[in-house]
């Protein structure tokens, strides 16, 4: 067995049913896995993944152990192959059932050649969440480089992107610089698998030198780009430790831009992303002022926390041990909520109910790169609406539409559209 993956039974369930029009979705590493990996048998391939490679069940690996086709070399990502390590920590290399385990998130976040020494082939799966700031494309982009540097083909097994792939919001990172958290010119929330993701990558010329890269993907069966998580019929494995289900997925392209300021984004509670405020504010107002905007999909309690050293997830959280005043964020309806734009709605009254000193310290180093524009801290500290905020990515958000559609793999069938 895969002894160097916690156990699936760690598994959780979302409560909300799909709905009973959706067809069960099949993953690429299913359908790989069905043709009992004949694409790989006489190759010696790496495999980029981590724990949320899983097939019924069963993780990927131990899937080609017992085919008898093994990687020759694993990397894995940010938090590890067990997914356990705590955002930003860095992770030495390894090995798993003798099969020598190379993290790209310590000393090196790209794949040394000498790594790749007789690799005939990369295969990538892991399950993103479909945010630029969310550092597993992050990772994919630079194994596709090292990938290119070696005339090595790049395979990738296709699954869903949680928020799905009609739901595009955000600025784009273009002036600002490229960093491992926004190393792409797409919008925070971008629609897309990382199968599509790698084609338009390449195809967009996004990173140097993959021209010649031979990028395969093993396309998913049955997903359609109006399904977010709960549609799909797939089990929703927690894919950090601070993404603990799927509301917590739908909520952090937007309250995950408070990671960059004095606010907590409920990080050191049992609900990350699920809860913000600050010490001292005014709960009820705030909680008011949200609701009245009408958020679709979504609704706000006041609420009281007190965020705790949690080693694994978050040994020191922001504002640890103090009571926060803030809400919890209540999801209605989770196919209508728009998380970007209620992300903007929450850091706007946030800072609007600080005093005016303690605006000054709002804003931390990085706002800008996860937002990837410094245009919406300006428009807070100016006080403009989030609806006026929302407006100013209109422009780019309808060029990057026209961009991706040459990339995209999968469609709606027309009787159902979001």
Not at 244 to 249: H, L, M
Not at 290 to 309: C, K, M, W, Y
């Given at each position: 067995?895969?002894?160097?993956?916690?156990?699936?039974?760690?598994?959780?369930?979302?409560?909300?049913?799909s709905l009973s029009f959706a067809a069960p979705?099949?993953?690429?590493?299913?359908?790989?896995?069905?043709?009992?990996?004949?694409?790989?048998?006489?190759?010696?391939?790496?495999?980029?993944?981590?724990?949320?490679?899983?097939?019924?069940?069963?993780?990927?690996?131990?899937?080609?152990?017992?085919?008898?086709?093994?990687?020759?070399?694993?990397?894995?990502?940010?938090?590890?192959?067990?997914?356990?390590?705590e955002d930003g920590i860095h992770i030495g290399?390894?090995?798993?059932?003798?099969?020598?385990?190379?993290?790209?998130?310590?000393?090196?976040?790209?794949?040394?050649?000498?790594?790749?020494?007789?690799?005939?082939?990369?295969?990538?799966?892991?399950?993103?969440?479909?945010?630029?700031?969310?550092?597993?494309?992050?990772?994919?982009?630079?194994?596709?480089?090292?990938?290119?540097?070696?005339?090595?083909?790049?395979?990738?097994?296709?699954?869903?992107?949680?928020?799905?792939?009609?739901?595009?919001?955000?600025?784009?990172?273009?002036?600002?610089?490229?960093?491992?958290?926004?190393?792409?010119?797409?919008?925070?929330?971008?629609?897309?698998?990382?199968?599509?993701?790698?084609?338009?990558?390449?195809?967009?010329?996004?990173?140097?030198?993959?021209?010649?890269?031979?990028?395969?993907?093993?396309?998913?069966?049955?997903?359609?780009?109006?399904?977010?998580?709960?549609?799909?019929?797939?089990?929703?494995?927690?894919?950090?430790?601070?993404?603990?289900?799927?509301?917590?997925?739908?909520?952090?392209?937007?309250?995950?831009?408070?990671?960059?300021?004095?606010?907590?984004?409920?990080?050191?509670?049992?609900?990350?992303?699920?809860?913000?405020?600050?010490?001292?504010?005014?709960?009820?107002?705030?909680?008011?002022?949200?609701?009245?905007?009408?958020?679709?999909?979504?609704?706000?309690?006041?609420?009281?926390?007190?965020?705790?050293?949690?080693?694994?997830?978050?040994?020191?959280?922001?504002?640890?041990?103090?009571?926060?005043?803030?809400?919890?964020?209540?999801?209605?309806?989770?196919?209508?909520?728009?998380?970007?734009?209620?992300?903007?709605?929450?850091?706007?009254?946030?800072?609007?109910?600080?005093?005016?000193?303690?605006?000054?310290?709002?804003?931390?180093?990085?706002?800008?790169?996860?937002?990837?524009?410094?245009?919406?801290?300006?428009?807070?500290?100016?006080?403009?609406?989030?609806?006026?905020?929302?407006?100013?990515?209109?422009?780019?958000?309808?060029?990057?539409?026209?961009?991706?559609?040459?990339?995209?793999?999968?469609?709606?069938?027309?009787?159902?559209?979001?």
């Amino acid at each position: 067995m895969f002894r160097c993956v916690i156990a699936i039974t760690f598994l959780i369930f979302l409560g909300a049913p799909s709905l009973s029009f959706a067809a069960p979705v099949r993953t690429g590493a299913q359908i790989l896995a069905g043709e009992d990996f004949s694409p790989l048998r006489g190759k010696r391939f790496a495999l980029v993944t981590n724990h949320t490679a899983v097939v019924d069940g069963i993780h990927l690996m131990d899937l080609m152990i017992k085919a008898q086709v093994p990687p020759a070399v694993v990397f894995t990502p940010e938090h590890g192959l067990k997914g356990t390590a705590e955002d930003g920590i860095h992770i030495g290399n390894g090995t798993c059932d003798g099969i020598p385990v190379r993290s790209l998130y310590g000393s090196a976040k790209k794949p040394k050649q000498e790594d790749l020494k007789d690799i005939d082939l990369v295969v990538f799966d892991i399950q993103d969440v479909g945010v630029r700031f969310y550092t597993y494309i992050s990772t994919m982009g630079l194994v596709m480089e090292a990938a290119a540097e070696k005339g090595i083909p790049f395979m990738v097994l296709d699954r869903p992107n949680p928020l799905g792939g009609n739901y595009v919001a955000g600025f784009i990172r273009k002036e600002l610089p490229a960093t491992f958290t926004s190393f792409y010119p797409i919008p925070i929330a971008h629609g897309m698998t990382v199968g599509e993701m790698a084609l338009m990558i390449k195809g967009a010329g996004m990173l140097p030198g993959l021209a010649q890269l031979e990028i395969i993907v093993v396309r998913m069966e049955g997903w359609q780009r109006w399904m977010r998580w709960p549609d799909t019929g797939l089990t929703w494995l927690p894919t950090s430790p601070n993404i603990p289900d799927f509301e917590s997925a739908l909520l952090y392209p937007g309250i995950g831009l408070l990671e960059a300021t004095n606010a907590s984004e409920g990080r050191g509670t049992d609900r990350p992303f699920r809860l913000a405020g600050i010490p001292g504010l005014d709960r009820a107002a705030v909680a008011k002022k949200l609701n009245r905007q009408e958020l679709a999909g979504i609704h706000f309690d006041p609420v009281q926390f007190t965020p705790l050293s949690l080693p694994g997830k978050s040994s020191l959280p922001k504002q640890m041990n103090k009571a926060v005043s803030g809400v919890e964020l209540v999801i209605d309806d989770y196919l209508a909520v728009q998380p970007v734009e209620v992300g903007i709605a929450v850091v706007s009254e946030l800072y609007d109910g600080l005093s005016t000193a303690e605006r000054k310290t709002f804003f931390r180093q990085g706002f800008e790169d996860m937002v990837g524009s410094g245009l919406a801290r300006q428009a807070v500290e100016e006080g403009k609406s989030p609806e006026e905020i929302t407006q100013l990515w209109a422009e780019e958000i309808a060029d990057f539409l026209q961009l991706r559609k040459n990339y995209l793999l999968y469609e709606d069938e027309p009787t159902r559209q979001i």
